[in-house]
């Protein structure tokens, strides 16, 4: 086996994730990750972002044909038609994962916020947090250049909030692309045992009245979300959720004092 056979390659461990490496590279990918937990832990998290695709839209895919799709489908028409149905389901999926606040026949604004907010804070939080040498951009030594450069980025007034109070300290922050392409932020908190909260915030068109907090959970994680001015925000962690509560309401106390 030549020296480059040996070598363990990202694409040997978006495979090893997926399941589809052959057995001799799966076990040379597991004796290297045996030696590198943060690579391990860098591939946990991805698969706890594939659970949270799957859950997200696996139910679009487990959709049964119409009927008046499949009548007839052993002709040839009838065939290509139902071909063509097929690549517009790709399509409409395809749609679906770049979903922004104003979707078609997206039901409630509430329903379109918690798509924009809480899945991307949700991923997030899944790859972020568990990071040991790089868990943030900029560190809270620098968190007046971090604030003035997300307000920059972001468009609108960015501070990052205290959660001291709550055990918590400021790791830092850091930029990340919204699903639309609108700029959004995270700013990391941790407590004496290593938890972590993230704060994921971008802009939008927001409905004015869908400012009360709400929950979700994903994954294992709690995030309450909420609205306020131009900003919306979405406070993900491990956390009970009545501590999560307590952190997301000092988090609103001391952006509207």
């Known amino acids: ?43 946990r998290a991805y698969r706890r972002i594939g659970r949270l695709l799957h859950r997200a839209y696996d139910p679009v895919l487990d959709e049964p044909v119409p009927a008046a799709l499949t009548a007839g489908a052993l002709r040839s028409p009838a065939r290509r038609r139902l071909r063509a149905a097929a690549a517009a389901a790709l399509f409409g999926l395809g749609g679906l994962l770049g979903w922004t606040l104003h979707p078609p026949g997206a039901g409630s604004r509430a329903e379109a916020i918690a798509r924009v907010l809480v899945r ?3 991923v997030a939080h899944a790859v972020y947090s568990p990071e040991v040498r790089h868990p943030v951009e900029v560190g809270a030594g620098q968190e007046a250049h971090l604030s003035a450069w997300l307000t920059k980025r972001l468009g609108a007034e960015v501070r990052a909030p205290g959660l001291q109070t709550q055990g918590y300290a400021l790791v830092g922050g850091r930029l990340l692309p919204g699903e639309d392409g609108t700029p959004a932020a995270q700013f990391m908190y941790q407590d004496g045992s290593g938890r972590r909260l993230t704060l994921y915030l971008r802009t939008g068109r927001w409905d004015s009245t869908a400012t009360a907090f709400r929950y979700a959970e994903t994954d294992g994680n709690g995030t309450f979300y909420w609205v306020d001015g131009p900003l919306g925000y979405a406070l993900t962690g491990p956390a009970d959720r009545a501590a999560l509560l307590r952190a997301a309401q000092a988090v609103h106390h001391q952006l509207n004092p």
């Open 120 to 122: 991307p804070a949700a």
């Open 1 to 43: 086996m030549s020296r480059d056979e040996h070598a363990v390659t990202e694409a040997d461990l978006h495979a090893y994730v997926d399941g589809l490496l052959e057995p001799n590279r799966r076990t040379l990918v597991e004796s290297y990750l045996a030696g590198q937990p943060a690579e391990a832990e860098r591939l």
